[in-house]
């Protein structure tokens, strides 16, 4: 089907009507606020990282395996495409997606596993956690603050990319029930209120899903092109099979070099084409006249429908043992959480060796625990190939994670 702009709907969130940032700022006559969002999160030194994290493998496997980078690309431009769709703010749904992955740490999360098992006494590791402290606290590109400065929706969209955190009475929920919400996001929210107990903004939750459509399409493609599983195995699955059925049918000699690009578009397509559709009823059924009433639903209105919700479990079914948990890819991922571990437990003991800035940062904490958080923040801030360096200065073998 078509997908033509929409008109800016009701709900949309509004730059103009932004509640604003935790300092303000004069506002930019040639730019929107979230469009400013946006383009401090590509000049930030984080995004220019995510080249250089892995995404599933690691960077010198080969150069067309996605990184963090490219996958946060792929994102956007999904993103984009859905907030254009459904009349929503493009800038605002652009940035959630730009930033969303700013908090893993190297070796994708193998890394996050590894400090997560280090920070155990302190609360451990999350990844949405520590993109909240990266562009509210580890950025220091401006004189007069520390972060990114963004606005509430932005934040907002990025520490509900997974939904509410908690319910109206401050409880955890979902992901945080057991161990609680993450310091990093109550402590930033004492400050400034992100109602964790809401749901974010519609152009928030498309952030959300154009991941989880960028995942299972680029997964496919990189999962074929590593060969760790063949294009007649993931046949198994109905979407695939369908729109496979439809290449043949339409261009029946192929070049096999075509045939999975093909496919991987399709799959996009019909993923979008299939939000744009369930959501649109979504938002008939709400009929929200407002951004705040698309927080204050009982459900997201950015969804799948049922079908393709079964399809996407279907794609990460079969995706987690023959890839994620691929016996190749489980040694690899088991030897840089130990490379992890290792240069959080030389740091720890040894804070001397880290570089001046964090070196003097470390110094002036007293309390373990923020020492220990202090550590992890520079660890998460590595890319795959600065681990791989500093872990060969301080210890005798190095892996090569191949």
């Not at 030194?45 to 990184?67: C, S, W």
């Not at 004189?143 to 520490?159: K, P, Q, R, S």
């Not at 929210?189 to 519609?202: V, Y």
């Not at 578009?265 to 559709?277: G, K, N, Q, S, T």
């Amino acid at each position: 089907m078509a997908v033509e702009a929409a008109a800016r709907a009701p709900y949309a969130s509004h730059p103009g009507k932004s509640r604003g940032r935790r300092y303000p700022e004069p506002v930019n006559p040639a730019r929107s606020a979230f469009r400013r969002d946006c383009d401090r999160i590509i000049h930030a030194t984080a995004f220019r990282r995510l080249a250089h994290k892995t995404q599933v493998f690691v960077f010198h496997e080969g150069d067309h395996f996605r990184t963090r980078l490219t996958h946060t690309l792929e994102v956007t431009q999904i993103a984009r495409a859905l907030a254009r769709a459904l009349g929503l703010d493009e800038d605002l749904a652009e940035g959630c997606a730009l930033a969303h992955d700013l908090g893993h740490p190297p070796f994708g999360h193998a890394g996050e596993r590894a400090l997560d098992h280090c920070l155990t006494e302190c609360g451990g590791f999350d990844h949405n956690a520590q993109t909240l402290r990266v562009v509210t606290a580890l950025e220091r590109r401006y004189a007069d603050f520390d972060g990114l400065n963004l606005t509430w929706e932005m934040l907002e969209g990025l520490v509900k990319h997974n939904g509410p955190l908690t319910d109206r009475a401050g409880r955890p929920i979902s992901r945080y029930d057991r161990r609680g919400v993450p310091r990093a996001i109550t402590e930033y929210s004492k400050l400034h209120d992100l109602e964790l107990w809401s749901h974010t903004s519609a152009e928030g939750q498309i952030g959300a899903i154009a991941d989880d459509i960028a995942y299972d399409a680029h997964d496919i493609d990189d999962g074929l092109r590593a060969e760790l599983f063949e294009l007649e195995e993931i046949a198994q699955i109905p979407l695939v099979d369908e729109a496979l059925r439809e290449i043949s049918a339409k261009h029946s000699r192929i070049e096999p070099a075509r045939r999975v690009p093909e496919l991987v578009r399709r799959l996009i397509a019909r993923m979008i084409e299939d939000v744009i559709a369930q959501s649109a009823r979504q938002l008939r059924s709400l009929a929200p006249h407002s951004v705040d009433e698309i927080r204050r639903a009982s459900m997201p209105v950015v969804e799948f429908s049922t079908q393709m919700a079964e399809a996407d479990r279907a794609i990460k079914g079969f995706l987690y043992p023959r890839m994620y948990r691929h016996q190749r890819i489980m040694r690899i991922m088991g030897e840089a959480e130990n490379v992890v571990q290792d240069l959080f437990t030389h740091f720890d003991s040894h804070p001397a060796d880290l570089p001046p800035e964090w070196r003097t940062e470390a110094a002036h904490v007293s309390d373990p625990a923020a020492r220990a958080r202090c550590i992890a923040d520079f660890i998460a801030g590595m890319t795959d190939r600065y681990a791989l360096i500093e872990h060969a200065r301080f210890f005798d073998a190095t892996p090569e994670l191949r």
